[in-house]
């Protein structure tokens, strides 16, 4: 007969096993959307919308989308660390305890998380040559 710690392991696997199952099937049917997932939005409303005789037709009401590399950065190394930190969960010799963290580890994801803000804040604040603000 298992004792109460071997059940409420088996029911916690069994939810994380459930909640991955979830989310694995609503990001297939399409439910989560990961339509613009790396894709970040330049700050451009207001802009005049010039109509082809030149004269301005309007204002844009919505911001420009632009491919975001931080993004894609961002998600790799949280991606890359998860998987890493998994492994190292599920080869653990010690059962019921937590591998450690190693130390460069807050420090590299700051850096890609300060990356990202960093590119946000370029695309935000400071338009491209070309642009009229």
Do not use: C
Request: overall charge positive; proline content about 8%; hydrophobic content about 40%.
């Amino acid at each position: 007969m298992p004792d109460i710690s071997q059940i409420v392991r088996w029911e916690v696997q069994l939810f994380l096993l459930a909640l991955f199952g979830i989310v694995a099937m609503q990001l297939l049917t399409g439910q989560i959307s990961t339509k613009n997932l790396l894709y970040g939005r330049k700050n451009d409303t207001g802009e005049v919308i010039v109509g082809a005789d030149g004269r301005p037709k309007g204002r844009k009401k919505e911001d420009t989308p632009y491919f975001s590399p931080e993004r894609v950065q961002l998600l790799l190394f949280t991606l890359g660390a998860a998987f890493y930190y998994l492994t190292q969960v599920l080869n653990n010799p010690h059962p019921g305890t937590f591998p450690p963290l190693p130390d460069s580890w807050p420090t590299v994801i700051g850096g890609s998380n300060a990356i990202y803000l960093a590119g946000k804040a370029y695309s935000r604040l400071w338009p491209k040559k070309g642009d009229s603000k």
